[in-house]
């Protein structure tokens, strides 16, 4: 299960993931649950590309490439974070710089390094200062940003509520990727009905910022099935995707008053 029951829409029966998949939570393959996600009445299809501009967001379809996601995961799986009971690890940097252990691990820092060389030229100067800007620092330092990171592990019919995610605990500037498989994920403007259902494929990554990062949430349903509009120069249709185990890294920068968290202090607000 998701660790943060209240923020997580938890429904998952089905377990429709191939089996390399099962090295990431230990094996099992069947936790027993009785769900209920529907198989996936989305009111609107998942499409791959946003239809209007929403200020701060940016989206990469595949801006991670095969081999880098499959580095990402057998890393992700070589550290046994998931297990029957749990599907989410939270991962902290820490401002202590004289014990190495206490920073993130390598394979975090090596994705985020690689995600700042792969949108170098694709955001604007001053998003990608604002989402890598201490990077260039060296170490773990105290007066740089920390940086918070959730891993999620996604089942079939598992989904996260609506949210924006933690105003004082979070700054500016979310980066969500995905691996493993494709799922819908819903945005909404806190101000009016606009309502996106945007597909977010492995290999993509999502990117929220400013008024997409503060106005809109964005979640995920809890279902089977998305509905999703797959368009080519020569096309377009509307397919039925069966949700399958989804791995997803969310980065973010902790603010200042966040630098010591525990678990409890996880929850998303809406605001
Ligand atoms: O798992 C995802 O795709 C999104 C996670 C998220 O929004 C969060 O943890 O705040
Ligand atoms: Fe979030």
Redesign the pocket.
């Known amino acids: 299960m998701l660790s943060s029951p209240a923020q997580h829409a938890m429904s998952c029966k089905n377990e429709g993931g191939d089996a390399s998949d099962s090295s990431l939570w230990g094996g099992s393959s069947s936790d027993g649950d009785s769900g209920s996600g529907s198989d996936g009445d989305a009111l609107q299809p998942a499409i791959q590309a946003l239809p209007f501009n929403i200020s701060g967001l940016f989206f990469f379809r595949n801006l991670i490439d095969q081999p880098l996601q499959d580095d990402i995961v057998a890393e992700i799986a070589s550290q046994k974070y998931f297990d029957r009971e749990r599907d989410q690890v939270m991962l902290f940097e820490s401002a202590v710089s004289d014990t190495s252990n206490r920073c993130l691990p390598t394979w975090t820092n090596s994705l985020i390094s690689k995600l700042a060389a792969l949108l170098q030229d694709q955001v604007p100067p001053s998003v990608h200062e604002l989402l890598f800007s201490s990077q260039a620092r060296a170490g773990c330092d105290v007066d740089r940003q920390l940086r918070q990171l959730?891993v999620?592990m996604?089942r079939p019919g598992q989904g996260?509520a609506d949210?924006v995610?933690l105003l004082t605990r979070f700054g500016d500037g979310v980066m969500?990727c995905?691996f493993l498989s494709g799922?819908a994920?819903e945005l909404k403007q806190l101000s009016n009905n606009q309502h996106v259902s945007l597909w977010?494929p492995a290999g993509s990554v999502l990117i929220l910022t400013g008024d997409a990062r503060y106005t809109w949430t964005?979640g995920?349903e809890a279902r089977m099935v998305d509905h999703v509009q797959l368009t080519s120069s020569r096309s377009r249709q509307t397919f039925r995707i069966a949700r399958q185990h989804r791995l997803?890294v969310?980065i973010r920068w902790m603010l200042k008053v966040a630098d010591v968290l525990s678990d409890t202090t996880q929850s998303?607000l809406r605001a």
């Open positions: 959730i999620n996604y996260i949210h995610d969500i995905s799922i994920m977010l964005h995920i997803s969310t998303h």
